[in-house]
């Protein structure tokens, strides 16, 4: 892998694992992206061949975005002690990023990587990553520790595994 990407080797080799699986399924996968910035896409992308595999991303970082093109209902972004990090934005990333992408799976990211942004409740660290397939969403809580950027690539990395379980609950992954 080339070393001028900004990505570890582990992302790496989780991201070529991935596209290697979406190509040998038929299947592809799109990105909703808040916090990491288009950093998923970035690492599929950094795979020869991944234009097989990724059908594309949304990099969602304003709150309109995350409304106006991904349909996350307002409701959801205004209610306090919900708002855009939350399990329920999260769910609402993944399933408009499925249906803009027209792809199979699709991961989203909100969270809070820091060093500010800190809410009650909600910690730098705080990451909420929504997984959408044809068998329906399913999100999960995170914490990561660590500065802006390890907050940023555990997230990366940990995105790049759902999508591969994703990948895996619509197509079962041989050897």
């Known amino acids: 892998m080339p070393s001028s990407e900004p990505f570890s080797e582990e992302v790496l080799d989780v991201a070529s694992k991935l596209v290697g699986e979406c190509r ?45 093109v991904l349909g996350v209902p307002q409701d959801i972004l205004d209610a306090p002690g919900i708002g855009a990090v939350s399990s329920e934005c999260a ?22 990587a820091g060093p500010g942004g800190a809410e009650p409740g909600k910690p730098v660290g705080t990451v909420w990553m929504g997984l959408a397939t044809d068998k329906g969403t399913k999100t999960f809580p995170n914490l990561f520790s660590g500065d802006r950027a390890e907050v940023r690539q555990q997230a990366v990395y940990r995105a790049l595994g759902l999508l591969r379980d994703g990948v895996a609950e619509i197509r079962p992954r041989t050897a």
Do not use: F
Not at 40 to 64: K, Q
Not at 92 to 105: H, P
């Open 24 to 68: 040998a399924a038929g299947v592809t996968v799109g990105c909703a992206e808040s916090c990491t910035g288009g950093l998923v896409s970035g690492a599929i992308t950094a795979i020869p061949g991944s234009s097989s595999a990724l059908r594309g991303g949304v990099v969602s970082y304003a709150i309109s975005v995350k409304h106006e």
């Open 91 to 112: 769910a609402a990333m993944a399933e408009g990023a499925r249906r803009v992408l027209s792809c199979d799976v699709a991961v989203s990211i909100t969270g809070i």
